[in-house]
Each structure stands twice: as C-alpha cells, then as structure tokens.
C-alpha cells in the first residue's frame, strides 16, 4: 500500500494547487503542505516551484510522478494477482478502433475466460497521458512510438485520401493541392491521424486552412458517415474503410505527393514491475490478428 503522503503529492500534481488538493482529499491545506515537505526531506530535492503565482512541478518533482504513478499502477496489478489466480484485469487503450483489434480481442478473450478486460478509446495524446497517470497498462497508438516507452510493433496500413465516388471536382484529383477546393473532415488535435496530416502539409509548405472549409470531430464513426453523405475529404487508415472502398461506396484519391504508409504500436512504461506481462498480452493480440 503506498504511503498516504505519495497520495497527496499526486493529487497536488493533478490540481497544481495546495487548496484543491486538500479539498479532494478532505484534509487541511496545512496538512498537504507537511506532506510535500516530509517528500522534499526524503529525497532531498525541491518537488514544486512558483512561476509567478502558477504552481508547476520541478525536473525532480516530475520524475517522482512518473515514478509514483507507476507504482500506483503495479500495486493494483500486484493486488489482483494476489487475490487470483488468472490474469489480473488488463486496461489498454486504442486510437483505431474496433476494425483493428476486435478479431485479436475476441480470441484473446477465449483464451483467458476469466479475465476482465477494460477497453478506453481516445487520441494518441489522451492515450499517453494516461498511460504516464497509471490509468493503463498499454496502449496501441498511431505513428511512432514516442521515447521512455517500451514498445511492439502491430502492423502497418495505409493512410490515405478518400471521398464519395458522388464528389464533384473541377478536375480528376493528381496531387493534394487539387483538393483545396473541398470540405475537409479532420479529427481533433491530439489525434494521430491529423498530426500525420498536418505534418505532410507542413513538408509542402501548406496547412489544413488550405482547404475550403473544414469540420472537426473527435469521432472516426462520425467522419465515415459523413463521408458516405458526400460531406467532403478525409484523410484516414485504409483499413478502417476497406469494406466501404470494395463495395463501392467510398473512393481512394490516388494522390502523387500523398503515398504515407505508417505502423500501429503498442507501447507501455519501461519501468513498470509488470512490463514483461505487458509485453506478453501485446504479442498474444499480435499473434491473434
């Protein structure tokens, strides 16, 4: 069981202010104060500083919270294993979605009947915050990984432009200048498949306010159906719409200056107690595709 005063120092981390931190927890500011100071004695470094009235973690108090968080989260496995005797529960999270992972999901599930799993969907920056907050065991992200992960390579697909084969353009699109004229559906900042974007328009000297007009969401379903209403351009996985492109009911832009093929990877925290049983469920999803 982690010591209360890690408690505290995590709750501060998250609300970057004594006051709140102290609500949360239902005990004096006084109080969380001393507990900051017990940690800064014990190792011997400043754990918080003042940027004008803004609270912000030191480099010394920043390693903690990785450290702590990690902690928190293999004592909850530690836990489940010890109360049984199959695998503990395993959280991951996912950006792509239930094209990429349900077939793996479904025999891994046959194979360990008695394990509870918790799937959280989210971009890549949500993902790996919290798999940094302990929240997840691994997550399978877009791109490459980034570095202090462990990491496993999945597949690799595709990304590409599609459209309804109902879209109108002026001329047979060659290039991704020639879809300037269009709406262009896009996700949210933080999500992979628009930092991918975004990045092959940045090497162009171009940027999505290029296009027409854009709509924003935070949903791939939402995108797909839009699509399918002759709503735009997109820019996604080839699998997350090949049976759409087979029957016909979307179109591949063939683009000369937009050919992005890009992996999926798992990654989890290097330093966890448990990476070693991480790594061994990612290569069971793996083997399972």
């Known amino acids: 069981m982690l010591d209360f005063r890690v408690k505290t120092f995590l709750t501060v981390c998250e609300t ?13 500011q006084p109080a969380v104060s001393q507990h900051i100071r017990f940690l800064e004695k014990e190792y011997q470094a400043k754990l918080f500083s003042y940027q004008g009235k803004k609270l912000a973690l030191t480099a010394a108090g920043e390693k903690l919270r990785l450290a702590m968080r990690q902690m928190q989260s293999d004592e909850r496995l530690l836990k489940a294993e010890i109360q049984q005797a199959d695998l503990p529960p395993v959280r991951f999270g996912v950006t792509i979605g239930e094209y990429a992972l ?14 509870n799993v918790e799937v959280v969907y989210g971009n890549t920056e949500f993902l790996t915050k919290k798999l940094d907050e302990g929240d997840l065991d691994f997550a399978l992200v877009e791109g490459d990984p980034a570095s202090g992960y462990a990491s496993l390579r999945y597949q690799s697909e595709d ?26 559906l896009v996700r949210e900042p933080g999500s992979g498949t628009r930092k991918i974007l975004e990045n092959s328009l940045q090497a162009q000297g171009r940027e999505i306010s290029d ?8 949903n791939m379903q939402m995108i797909t159906q839009l699509l399918l209403a002759n709503c735009g351009v997109s820019f996604l996985y080839q699998t997350a719409v090949s049976d759409l492109l087979k029957a016909g009911k ?12 890009h992996d999926f990877t798992f990654i989890w925290e290097k330093s966890s107690l448990y990476a070693d049983r991480h790594r061994q469920v990612c290569e069971e999803l793996k083997a399972a595709r």
């Open 102 to 115: 349900a077939k793996p999901l479904s025999r891994f599930l046959q194979e360990h009947p008695r394990t």
């Open 16 to 28: 970057m202010n004594f006051t709140r931190a102290a609500d949360r927890l239902h005990v004096t």
């Open 211 to 218: 296009f027409k007009q854009y709509v924003q969401v935070g």
């Open 250 to 261: 979307l179109r591949k832009l063939n683009l000369r200056d937009f050919q992005i093929r």
């Open 159 to 184: 990304f590409i432009a599609v459209c309804s084969p109902k879209l109108a353009f002026a001329k047979e699109p060659d290039q991704i200048a020639d879809l300037f004229g269009q709406r262009l």
